[in-house]
């Protein structure tokens, strides 16, 4: 598909702020998770991403549904049950995260060794 | 290769620190542009990401020199001359973080709609 109507580098353009609900730091972890996962409990994910609070995962989870990252399903059972997933859509942005995922954990070694000559030099 | 090491769900590891660097609003404009224009100056970077501050860019290169992604080359000329350009890791880390880019700029009209569509549930 051809595009010219957006430019991410535009600081006022719309696309930005969906650049950064994606690559957000709780945005990545949430797309990684529900990739992984397949549908979870707010309860789980909070539980699966270190460091979130409620609220930002709460806030985070409403921008990427507002996006269309996410899909929101509540059960009206008592209870009240609410699930999270991907979209279609949120499958291929949760690919593309994972796969930075995927790059840090497999040359963790080579990141490591650029930081710690890095901080050899400014000694 | 083999990971048991990093875990990017773990707030304490430091592993989230450089899943942050890479995915951060400027971080992730950084590596875009480099992964386009190969070789920039700090002017010519300030000038093509809309609304960065100098303070800004230069914090965020220098977090992602220090994670291995960008290399920074001092000229020894009058007036200095510093160039900033991806190292092999930050390409391949640019390129996971360029799909992303790809994917909203080609699929925008299916994010549009399903902004639209949240914001008349919720009226």
């Not at 270190?50 to 995962?57: F, I």
Request: glycine fraction near 6%; hydrophobic fraction near 45%; include cysteine.
């Amino acid at each position: 598909m051809e595009s010219a109507v957006v430019d991410v580098f535009d600081a006022k353009c719309p696309s930005r702020a969906v650049m950064e609900h994606l690559s957000s730091r709780w945005g990545v972890l949430i797309q990684i998770m529900l990739l992984r996962e397949g549908t979870m409990r707010f309860s789980e994910l909070r539980r699966a991403i270190g460091g979130v609070s409620e609220k930002m995962l709460a806030q985070t989870l409403q921008a990427l549904e507002r996006d269309g990252i996410v899909r929101r399903v509540v059960h009206p059972v008592i209870p009240p049950h609410v699930d999270y997933s991907l979209t279609d859509l949120g499958g291929d942005a949760a690919k593309a995260v994972n796969a930075l995922f995927e790059l840090i954990d497999n040359r963790w070694d080579e990141f490591e060794k650029a930081q710690m000559s890095y901080d050899e030099r400014k000694k």
